[in-house]
């Protein structure tokens, strides 16, 4: 009787985690302007977008990465002020450890300065990320 109960407190327990990875996964966290990192075009080792910049850290074996990455390019293909930028996680862990990037993909929104605006972890949501962009544009995404 002790192992039914074993067994029904992790079922449980793994459906709780589901559920808040659900609910939290994919969402745009603004990130506190007193503590924002900032990222140039030097070390990023590309241009930053003229009014914000998406940067992706992506593993090779991560599918989530993918549709990020489609979903990404397409909101920045049709922004010519938004730039989209791959970062191979596991080739740039200077970078990975300085911005305390933990799972793939996370994705910075950068600014126009370069300062990181707003966190996604998990697979983007394109409501959120068109959200999280006008905000750092001061314009409507298409």
């Known amino acids: 009787m002790t192992g039914l109960w ?3 407190a992790a079922v449980a327990l793994a459906l709780a985690f589901g559920g808040y990875r659900r609910l939290t996964d994919g969402r745009a966290r603004a990130v506190a302007p ?3 990192p900032r990222l140039d075009a030097r070390r990023l080792g590309r241009d930053l977008g003229p009014e914000a910049t998406f940067v992706q850290f992506s593993s090779a074996v991560c599918a989530p990465c993918r549709a990020t990455h489609r979903l990404l390019a397409d909101v920045a ?7 989209h930028v791959d970062v191979d996680a596991e080739t740039r862990l200077d970078l990975v450890e300085e911005f305390g990037i933990t799972r793939t993909p996370t994705v910075l929104l950068l600014d126009a300065e370069g300062v990181v605006r707003h966190r996604i972890v998990g697979a983007a949501r394109k409501a959120d990320v068109l ?3 006008e905000g750092v544009s001061g314009r409507a995404a298409a």
């Not at 293909?77 to 730039?83: E, L, N, S």
Request: hydrophobic share 55%; no cysteine; aromatic share 0%.
């Open 34 to 36: 007193s503590s924002a």
């Open 6 to 8: 074993i067994v029904v």
């Open 77 to 83: 293909g049709a922004d010519p002020g938004v730039a």
């Open 131 to 133: 959200t999280a962009l």
